[in-house]
């Protein structure tokens, strides 16, 4: 078979802890990866995914590779990182238990990501004792709040009597045919490096999907940001030599006079260094789902996934006012806010297209910890400014004198108060119009000549300038 000319498709696998994805994939798999089914030694010890596996089948004119990860709420942030290599998600759910808070984070995950369609799995049907049209039914109205909606395609199975996968393998078939996926293949090369190891009489092995570009033997390729480069000796394509390879492939390379023991996962193979930025303060448009309920609060924690890695950092709300970056807090009632955040250790970035996601890993895995998703906007190498307000309270000292209202505490002295001449007001005041006596008391404007009492407090909101500093 000339695995090269059949079109590749990376299908994400997602769901809750004990759904049975793995099972799944192992059920519907051909070729086995040496990244595989639970390949890590503690999957097989503690008998849940605990890592990414890679499994390809042939169906039809494509090659369907399925990426597994863990389901477990403590790994999220593995599943989190497979993200950006997947073209379309399967959804899988114990019928038995029904959409769990993780089903609402891989649902949260995938849509903030930007992949479109999803094929919904509801596994384990030979313990299900009820009516399978009725749970259908229920499924439906569980996705018709999100961007999905109800009409999703659903197929039951048995992972364990392996059954019901000739109409999930025909399902997965119609919805592939339906994707408009663009393969970017000119330009830079770009590989995600998921896995690396070493093999006797062969040496370094990288494996991991290209993005962009093309890869050919003998290419000359760096990895970042360990630099350490060499040359393609061997390029295979699930187990079969090929001699080159595309965007949308996921190839296990063998590389020339690298360094393995530098490489690890969250790496880039490219041939164009300049293609990347090194960075810890990263200024970006924040696209956070409705779901989310807590603020997110100026100089929040959270966890940020770049690629197939995740560093802790802080967010930063603003609002910008006159150019100016003004402090503020968001919420889910604010869809979209732009922010600065800064990362505890710098990371690698694309510079051409580079798309995050923001959680609040800290958070109970009982609630929905994904904020959403978000795009570069700037890469800064030194906190940029910030403005806040300062909010001074006055109190009327006189409202009915002959020269005009009297204020005081606005101001400790009558330096001050000069410094604030023309300052303006929250309304129903004005401005502050002209200074009074010697002691830092003002004359203040208002909006009508209503009558002003004593308790009346006028309020002076003065922007400040400020730097961020590292938490």
């Given at each position: 078979m000339e695995i090269e000319k059949k079109i590749p498709i990376h299908l994400g696998l997602f769901g809750h802890i004990d759904c049975g994805k793995t099972a799944i994939a192992a059920v519907l798999s051909e070729f086995i990866s040496t990244a595989g089914i639970d390949a890590h030694p503690q999957s097989k010890e503690r008998g849940i995914t605990i890592d990414l596996g890679f499994?390809?089948?042939?169906?039809?004119?494509?090659?369907?590779?399925?990426?597994?990860?863990?389901?477990?709420?403590?790994?999220?942030?593995?599943?989190?990182?497979?993200?950006?290599?997947?073209?379309?998600?399967?959804l899988v759910i114990d019928i038995n238990k029904g959409p769990q808070v993780q089903t609402g984070e891989h649902l949260i995950m995938i849509e903030a990501l930007n992949i479109k369609k999803i094929i919904v799995?509801?596994?384990?049907?030979?313990?299900?004792?009820?009516?399978?049209?009725?749970?259908?039914k229920k499924i439906k109205k569980f996705f018709e709040s999100t961007s999905f909606g109800a009409n999703i395609p659903i197929y039951t199975v048995s992972a364990k009597n392996k059954e019901g996968f000739e109409k999930l393998k025909n399902g997965i078939l119609k919805t592939i045919e339906t994707l408009d996926i663009k393969r970017d293949l000119e330009g830079d090369l770009v590989i995600p490096i998921d896995h690396h190891f070493s093999i006797k009489g062969?040496?370094?092995?990288?494996?991991?999907?290209?993005?962009?570009?093309?890869?050919?033997?003998?290419?000359?390729?760096?990895?970042?940001?360990?630099?350490t480069s060499g040359r393609v000796k061997n390029i295979q394509v699930f187990h079969q030599n090929v001699e080159s390879a595309k965007a949308g492939d996921r190839v296990g390379i063998n590389v020339k006079n690298i360094d393995i023991n530098k490489v690890y996962r969250g790496c880039y193979a490219t041939n164009n260094k300049n293609a990347f930025e090194y960075c810890d303060i990263i200024e970006v448009k924040v696209n956070n789902n409705n779901l989310f309920k807590p603020e997110t609060r100026f100089g929040t924690q959270v966890?940020?996934?770049?690629?197939?890695?995740?560093?802790?950092?802080?967010?930063?709300?603003?609002?910008?006012?006159?150019?100016?970056?003004?402090k503020t807090t968001a919420s889910s009632n604010n869809k979209g806010f732009k922010a600065i955040l800064w990362l505890k250790e710098r990371v690698l970035i694309r510079k051409e297209?580079?798309?995050?996601?923001?959680s609040?890993?800290?958070?109970?895995?009982?609630?929905?910890?994904?904020?959403?998703?978000?795009?570069?906007?700037?890469?800064?190498?030194?906190?940029?400014?910030?403005y806040k307000y300062k909010i001074k309270k006055g109190r009327i000292q006189n409202p009915n004198h002959p020269q005009g209202i009297v204020c005081e505490g606005l101001a400790k002295s009558v330096v001050g108060a000069k410094k604030i001449i023309g300052k303006k007001l929250e309304a129903p005041f004005t401005k502050i119009l002209s200074t009074?006596?010697?002691?830092?008391?003002?004359?203040?404007?208002?909006e009508s000549k209503e009558i002003i009492l004593k308790k009346s407090e006028p309020?002076?909101?003065?922007?400040?300038?400020?730097?961020l500093k590292k938490i």
């Open positions: 499994t390809s089948f042939i169906l039809d004119n494509y090659l369907v590779t399925l990426v597994d990860g863990p389901g477990h709420a403590d790994l999220i942030k593995i599943s989190a990182s497979s993200i950006e290599i997947i073209d379309c998600a399967l799995i509801l596994n384990k049907i030979d313990l299900f004792k009820r009516p399978l049209d009725e749970e259908i062969m040496g370094a092995v990288i494996t991991g999907t290209i993005l962009k570009g093309k890869l050919t033997l003998n290419q000359f390729l760096e990895l970042l940001p360990v630099n966890h940020v996934t770049i690629g197939m890695v995740t560093v802790v950092g802080n967010i930063y709300p603003y609002y910008e006012l006159e150019g100016k970056r003004v297209k580079a798309i995050m996601l923001i609040r890993l800290d958070l109970p895995p009982t609630t929905l910890r994904i904020i959403g998703s978000a795009e570069i906007i700037k890469i800064h190498t030194e906190p940029p400014l910030f009074f006596g010697t002691k830092g008391a003002v004359i203040v404007g208002i309020v002076l909101k003065e922007l400040r300038s400020f730097h």
